[in-house]
């Protein structure tokens, strides 16, 4: 026997349903809230660590193209490698230029140090009140004699 269109309406079942009838429980809305607070951390979270390996790739390449420059009269008269300070640096700072990123450039313990800064302006935590994430890379390049022994 097949029910009558109009006796699910009326029922237990239908009278519960008229019950919430165009409400949105607080459980809904607690949820959802947390479902978007949660992709935001993935997705911003994702994002600000991809510019954070930007970060630290642009340093290394600059830092190796600062550490190339070598003082070639010292070198041929005593053998040792030591850098030309102002072509380090200036080396440095042509390859960030050149990558497109800002950062300092500095010499310490015979290599040459860069330290990038980068902003990430995050997409859903920017509803959160979280504007911009900082990110930092930083690395370190001392010059190399070549090839001394191949490896096993």
């Known amino acids: 026997m097949r029910p009558r269109p109009g006796r699910l309406r009326h029922g237990l079942c239908g009278r519960w349903w008229r019950a919430d009838d165009g409400r949105v429980t607080a459980f809904v809305v607690v949820l959802m809230t947390g479902i978007l607070a949660l992709a935001g951390l993935a ?5 600000a660590l991809a510019a954070k390996v930007r970060a630290v790739g642009q340093a290394e390449a600059a ?5 190339q420059a070598i003082d070639l009269a010292t070198y041929r008269a005593t053998g040792r490698l030591v850098l030309d300070p102002d072509r380090a640096v200036a080396a440095a700072r ?3 230029a050149a990558a497109g990123a800002e950062g300092e450039v500095s010499l310490r313990e015979g290599g040459v140090v860069v ?7 995050p997409r859903l935590l920017g509803l959160a009140g979280i504007t911009e994430l900082t990110v930092r890379g930083e690395a370190r390049a ?9 490896d096993p």
């Open 43 to 47: 997705l911003d979270g994702g994002l």
């Open 63 to 67: 830092a190796r193209a600062g550490a």
């Open 94 to 96: 042509t390859q960030l």
């Open 115 to 121: 330290t990038v800064t980068d902003t990430h302006v």
């Open 142 to 150: 001392v010059p190399q004699g070549g090839v001394g022994a191949a």
